[in-house]
T-cell receptor
Framework: DAGITQSPRHKVTETGTPVTLRCHQT?????MYWYRQDPGHGLRLIHY???????DKGEVSDGYSVSRSKTEDFLLTLESATSSQTSVYFC??????????????FGAGSRLTVL | QKEVEQDPGPLSVPEGAIVSLNCTYS??????FMWYRQYSRKGPELLMY????GNKEDGRFTAQVDKSSKYISLFIRDSQPSDSATYLC????????????FGTGTRLQVTL
């Protein structure tokens, strides 16, 4: 997981509380992604960013928001956590462009439990 | 129906066996095909990357893509206990900002 760090790695919270997960990269890659991984569903894209302040929705974006104020940081926020958001969240990065597109490097994951 | 289908396993094989992992897909726009390996409680790591149809070999691993059948495969020769992991297929269309669609993963166990 060199060059990409997720925090916190583990979090237990209660329904209705806000939660922010942080992804930090030292690779200066343009693209950053947030995925969630659940049994029977695999990895599903929540949101992604293609530059500072440029973000877009993935297939499971409801209940999540993101922000990217610096190249190196991509934040995922659950405004009011629900039990259905209990999951393992992965951040990924890629430089994009020819030869780099589609080659994602993943972080170690953040395990979130919403009680 | 999911865009990408993958048998979840688990698949258990003896050390030294040849392993075949497969995915089918429905979106004919997919052009980039990848296999990721994920060890327990770790992030996925890229194993193989293929563009369009054909074969690609890297050591004990061979990736095959058959776009006419919408079918991709990963073969592992001389499997080792260290190959025990979950294998995820992933694919994307051109111009999609690297938004990958993943299979659910196949869990592989290589026994001594």
């Amino acid at each position: 997981d060199a060059g990409i760090t997720q925090s916190p790695r583990h979090k237990v919270t209660e329904t209705g509380t806000p939660v922010t997960l942080r992804c930090h990269q030292t690779e200066n890659h343009r693209y950053m992604y947030w995925y969630r991984q659940d049994p029977g569903h695999g990895l599903r894209l929540i949101h992604y960013s293609y530059g500072v302040k440029d973000t877009d929705k993935g297939e499971v974006s409801d209940g999540y928001s993101v922000s990217r104020s610096k190249t190196e940081d991509f934040l995922l926020t659950l405004e009011s956590a629900t039990s259905s958001q209990t999951s393992v969240y992965f951040c990924a990065i890629t430089p994009g462009g020819r030869g780099g597109a589609n080659v994602l490097t993943f972080g170690a994951g953040s395990r979130l439990t919403v009680l | 129906q999911k865009e990408v289908e993958q048998d979840p396993g688990p698949l258990s094989v003896p050390e030294g066996a040849i392993v075949s992992l497969n995915c089918t897909y429905s979106n004919s726009a997919f052009q980039y095909f990848m296999w990721y390996r994920q060890y327990s409680r770790k992030g996925p790591e890229l194993l193989m990357y293929t563009y369009s149809s054909g074969n690609k070999e890297d050591g004990r691993f061979t990736a095959q893509v058959d776009k006419s059948s919408k079918y991709i495969s990963l073969f592992i020769r001389d499997s080792q206990p260290s190959d025990s992991a979950t294998y995820l297929c992933a694919m994307s269309a051109s111009g999609t900002a690297s938004k990958l669609t993943f299979g659910t993963g196949t869990r592989l166990q290589v026994t001594l």
